[in-house]
C-alpha cells in the first residue's frame, strides 16, 4: 500500500511540475510573431518614405535598375545608421503613418493591443520565434531566436528584415529586442 502511495505522489508531482512549466513557458503579454518580411518583400505595404528613412546599417539596397531589369545593390556602411530599429505603433493613427496598405496577417486591436516593429539587417532566411519577453518596470525586452544551421549553404546578402509582433498594450518607455542565431 506504501508503494502504491508512493507511485502516486511522484506521478502527481511529475504532472504537478509540467503543468507549471507549460504554464511558464507561455508567451508573456500574449506576445505574438504576426509577420517577419524583408525590406524589399514589403514594397506596397508599408510607405517609401517611411522604408527609406528608417534603413539599417550593414543591409543591402537597392541602387538602380540595370540591363535586363535587374537592380543593383550596395551595401549600407555608413556607421551613422543604426544597426537596428524599434518603434512602438500604440494607435491607428500611428499605424496608418506607416502602412499604405498592411499585409492581412497583421492585425492589432489598438484598444487592447500595440504593435512592436523591430528591425535590422540579416543574412538569412530563416523561420524567426520569440523566445523570451520580459518587461521591468518600464523596459520591455524581447528575444527572438533563428534556428543555427551549419553547412547549409542559406546565407545571402544582407537584408534589412523587419518583424511585427503583436502584443498586450504596456505601460513602457524603453523597448530593446536582440536576435539570437542557435
Known sequence: MKKVRRQIAVLLGIVLCAAVSAGCSGNA?????????RSVDLNGY??????????????????GEAEG???DYEQLTDESYPRERIFCIRSEEEFNGVFVLPPQELKADFQT???????????Y????EIKRVEKEGEELFILFGMEERRGVGDASMPAQIYLFVVM??????SIACALKIG
Open 168 to 173: 498586450d498594450a504596456l505601460d513602457v518607455t
Open 69 to 71: 531589369g535587374t537592380a
Open 113 to 123: 493591443q500595440m504593435l512592436v516593429v523591430h528591425t535590422q539587417a540579416c543574412m
Open 29 to 37: 503579454y500574449h506576445a505574438e510573431l504576426a509577420l517577419l518580411r
Open 125 to 128: 532566411s530563416r523561420p524567426v
Open 46 to 63: 508599408i510607405r517609401e518614405d517611411f522604408l527609406e528613412e528608417n534603413r539599417v546599417f550593414g543591409a543591402f539596397y537597392p541602387i
